[in-house]
């Protein structure tokens, strides 16, 4: 085969198809050789081409005969000097960081290592050719027919997120195909897409599809990487989610996936792991960044850079300081939205990737540079705000147009529904929007991402019924995994045949999933919570990829009753503007006459005084929503309006009694939903003026009857 070297172009950077061939651009400031290696589909090495040219620290050129679906990867010479931060060695394949496909796994008993492992010495370089324990990549052609796809654009005031993993959402799925169970394309299938319309959610949240890899010692446990926090490619699809091999016919599944999903009108988000690599820390392997450039690519410690800075708890922390660091997390989430099409990212960690020196900042060059690009001036940024370093906790201290997790949201309201006191003043503040952490920096209540539960931690049915975790099957002694305080189980851990106390576990899973949806903000579900998916009290399932984590859908009678319960709940979410304002509540003037948009009131029917907002002994309250005159217009610039909505909630075992405040519009106040009520929670009945509001439960009241 003609391997004729032409000069090419240093970028794009990656392999880029060409008609004369393919184009090979490297970034590596300190290399002092680059040479691009093929492979044939036995992983036999057939040739290795060094690029001559070099161009601001690119290595780039074009090979002639190299054509889509070639494999093909990295040699990179330079200094073997760990104690200034160089880990070069020739002898190790590297996978191109800007890699759009990868075929085959990381052989752990291969000497994928770049020391001399049964030394334990770090210092002392490992000769041996690491290429048949290494992934392969794919010259990718990237020619896509995306027949007209327009992306749903659901502003996120409106959204109603589903957090899921690819694999498990349809693995254990009898309706779908048996062939596409468990990947982009069971996604895609129609029962799929039937489920999650019928559910009402407006947007998946996938688990990363980033290309990762399962940690050594797991392979040594049987276990594998489930979650996907453990990436080698920010460009290339997780190839195990693909019905379609992994020579990459993954690309083109997955953009049929979005493509499928948007046609649905669901949006697709991608949880992405930008903060750290699978590379780890010095005693880790070289499998890409390390080996191309270890100086560039991860933060060191100042004064010792044989040490990496550990923001994250895995070894490594990206340097995105360094311009082409920061240039490689942007060239990626342009890819993502330019090619793939996605709607948005949940990014990992985000405060690592706001670190300047050891602060996090606002104005570090990360932000600067997201704000200002147009390609994603319009997609949807959501951070987790914290990492494991000193000062990473940043819940509410994002810049404008980021969403976050809202941890605080999480914890208040686990915390008020297992009944602790003193809550109810910051029970108020979650439930409409935490106006305290968004409102001062010019953002909206849809800043705030709720959620009660999420991948990480007890699923929502196991929340209400283990005090502990179980994660033996994890191999580490039940050791990992946080120790999680927010649980109530009623004294019995795990199921039981007891009906009262399933009863009481299911009006509490009503009272969590009722108090999420009806919140002001961006609700987020946890996938399988509508119909309790539990993980058997794992509350650490990051490396169960089995009947554990996949969602069974074989729904008893309990089961599809809460999943319809919470369909409805999300249906009722969006039909009413006033259960997801864009604005958070305020006192206005119309007319001449002040109106509340909001006003809070105690059992009595009389509004809440000021010195029981942090009672210890009250766990009682009532919240009104006047929805008659929103203060704000619709797309074509009509004046939104919409019921008034009255919410009783009694995190208390016993019941209270409570005497309802005068509706605004002066009709009848009438039932919308009782998490009381076991059969028929959304039964409607017109009230009194004073009602039973039973322990643990909420009551939901509308002002609209005709």
Not at 46 to 58: G, H, I, K, S, Y
Not at 142 to 155: K, Y
Not at 367 to 394: N, R, S
Not at 623 to 631: E, F, P
């Amino acid at each position: 085969m003609d391997r004729t070297l032409l000069p090419g172009r240093p970028y794009p950077l990656g392999a880029t198809p060409r008609s004369k061939g393919t184009n090979f651009a490297l970034f590596s400031e300190h290399a002092t050789a680059v040479s691009v290696c093929f492979f044939d589909e036995d992983g036999k090495q057939t040739d290795c081409v060094p690029l001559q040219e070099r161009t601001a620290f690119t290595w780039h050129g074009l090979i002639r005969g190299v054509k889509a679906g070639q494999r093909y990867g990295y040699r990179v010479d330079g200094p073997w000097a760990p104690n200034e931060g160089h880990r070069f060695n020739k002898n190790k394949l590297l996978v191109d960081p800007y890699a759009k496909a990868l075929t085959g796994d990381v052989d752990w008993k291969a000497p994928i290592f770049p020391y001399d492992v049964p030394s334990g010495d770090d210092l002392k370089i490992d000769t041996h050719d690491s290429a048949a324990g290494v992934p392969k990549c794919i010259v990718v052609d990237e020619r896509f027919d995306w027949e007209g796809d327009c992306p749903p654009d659901t502003p996120l005031a409106e959204s109603v997120i589903y957090e899921m993993h690819v694999k498990g959402f349809s693995e254990r799925n009898s309706a779908v195909a048996e062939k596409l169970r468990g990947t982009y394309a069971g996604l895609a299938s129609e029962p799929s897409i039937a489920y999650l319309q019928q559910l009402g959610v407006t947007a998946v949240e996938l688990l990363p599809v980033h290309h990762f890899i399962d940690e050594g010692h797991l392979v040594d446990r049987g276990l594998r990487d489930y979650w996907g926090y453990n990436t080698l490619s920010y460009f290339a699809p997780m190839s195990r989610y693909s019905s379609s091999g992994d020579t990459g016919g993954q690309v083109n599944e997955f953009k049929e996936m979005v493509k499928a999903l948007h046609k649905a009108g669901i949006e697709v988000i991608l949880d992405v792991v930008y903060n750290h690599t699978c590379e780890g820390n010095r005693m880790g392997p070289i499998l890409s960044m390390k080996g191309v450039d270890n100086a560039v690519y991860y933060r060191q410690v100042a004064d010792n850079p044989r040490y990496y800075m550990d923001y994250t708890g895995t070894g490594n922390t990206l340097n995105v300081m360094h311009p082409q660091v920061l240039k490689l997390v942007m060239d990626s989430l342009r890819y993502w939205v330019t090619e793939m099409h996605v709607d948005g990212f949940r990014f990992d960690l985000a405060s690592t990737l706001a670190r300047e020196l050891h602060e996090v900042s606002k104005l570090s060059s990360f932000f600067d540079t997201i704000h200002q690009d147009p390609t994603l001036a319009d997609v949807k940024l959501i951070a987790e705000p914290w990492d494991v370093g000193d000062g990473g906790y940043q819940v509410g201290n994002f810049p404008v147009l980021w969403a976050e997790w809202n941890g605080k949201y999480r914890d208040t309201v686990r915390r008020f529904w297992k009944g602790d006191g003193g809550l109810l003043s910051d029970f108020a503040y979650r439930i409409t929007g935490s106006s305290d952490l968004y409102q001062s920096d010019g953002r909206k209540p849809y800043a705030s991402i709720n959620f009660i539960t999420a991948h990480d931690g007890f699923t929502l049915c196991d929340l209400v019924s283990y005090d502990k975790k179980h994660n033996e099957a994890n191999g580490d002694d039940n050791t990992d995994g946080s120790n999680d305080n927010d649980s109530w189980n009623m004294g019995v851990e795990g199921p039981t045949e007891d009906p009262a106390i399933n009863e009481m576990r299911e009006r509490q899973t009503r009272n969590f999933l009722a108090t999420l949806i009806l919140s002001q903000g961006v609700p987020m579900l946890c996938g399988g919570d509508e119909f309790a998916r539990s993980q058997m009290g794992n509350n650490n399932c990051y490396c169960q990829d089995d009947e554990l984590t996949w969602y069974d859908w074989n729904l008893d009678a309990p089961r599809q009753r809460l999943m319809e319960f919470t369909a409805k709940l999300i249906q009722l979410r969006r039909s009413h503007p006033n259960l997801h304002r864009r604005k958070f509540f305020q006192d206005r003037t119309v007319r001449g006459s002040v109106v509340r948009d909001i006003a809070w009131y105690g059992t009595n029917g009389e509004e809440f005084p000021e010195e029981s907002w942090n009672s210890e002994w009250n766990r009682s309250l009532a919240m009104l929503l006047n929805g008659h005159t929103l203060g704000v217009t619709d797309d074509d610039g009509k004046p939104v309006v919409d019921d008034s909505f009255l919410m009783l909630v009694n995190a208390s075992p016993e019941g209270v009694e409570f005497c309802l405040p005068e509706p605004p519009n002066k009709t009848p106040w009438f039932q919308v939903l009782n998490t009381e009520n076991i059969e028929d929670p959304f039964a409607e009945e017109v009230l009194a003026k004073s009602v039973i509001l039973g322990g643990r439960s909420m009551r939901l009241f509308r002002d609209g009857k005709e």
